[in-house]
């Protein structure tokens, strides 16, 4: 959860570069959160 404690800066090329990249970034959070919770739950 370290990526989710803190928002990415982007440094935009062009203007309106952004949403799709924090929405990129906001996909590789949600799922390695959910991930590591896949695995505990398999190691229990």
């Given at each position: 959860m370290k990526?989710?404690?803190?928002?990415?800066?982007f440094l935009s090329e062009a203007p309106g570069a952004e949403p799709p990249r924090l929405a990129a970034w906001l996909h590789k959070?949600?799922?390695?959160?959910?991930?590591d919770t896949i695995r505990s739950e398999t190691r229990r």
């Open positions: 990526l989710a404690q803190v928002r990415p800066t959070v949600t799922r390695n959160a959910c991930m």
